[in-house]
């Protein structure tokens, strides 16, 4: 069966960096398009980044622009979030998605999601 497992997770200062990786496996990883979203206390999940199968093309919510890079290594079945500058207010639990896609789109919304990790704490202190 399918699996993401999200690590990298932790508690950093304000203006420091994180990088989270997604291990996927049970699926044609090259064939998924790959999403990062993240759940803050009391807030409903909401998207933070989204890459195309083939890693051509990125969509970042406004706020992390400049500051969060999605990649990813289809070779090794594994997507990553860096994430530099932290705020507080990128505090949440973040997880990694995958949709199937027979193009190089992106996808935004949650419910375009088959797939999704446990989740990985990120905690900003300032």
């Known amino acids: 069966q399918v699996q993401l497992v999200e690590s990298g997770g932790g508690l950093v200062q304000a203006g420091g960096s994180l990088r989270l990786s997604c291990a996927a496996s049970g699926l044609t990883f090259s064939a998924y398009i790959m999403g990062w979203f993240r759940q803050a206390p009391g807030k409903e999940r909401e998207f933070v980044a989204a890459?195309?199968?083939?890693?051509?093309?990125?969509y970042y919510e406004d706020s992390v622009k400049g500051r969060f890079t999605i990649s990813r290594d289809n070779a090794k079945n594994l997507v990553y979030l860096q994430m530099n500058s932290l705020k507080p207010e990128d505090t949440a639990v973040y997880y990694c998605?995958?949709?199937?896609?027979?193009?190089?789109?992106?996808?935004?919304?949650?419910?375009?999601?088959?797939?999704w990790g446990q989740g990985t704490q990120v905690t900003v202190s300032s």
């Open positions: 890459l195309s199968t083939s890693g051509g093309r990125t």
């Open positions: 998605a995958a949709r199937w896609s027979f193009s190089d789109s992106v996808v935004t919304g949650a419910r375009g999601y088959a797939y």
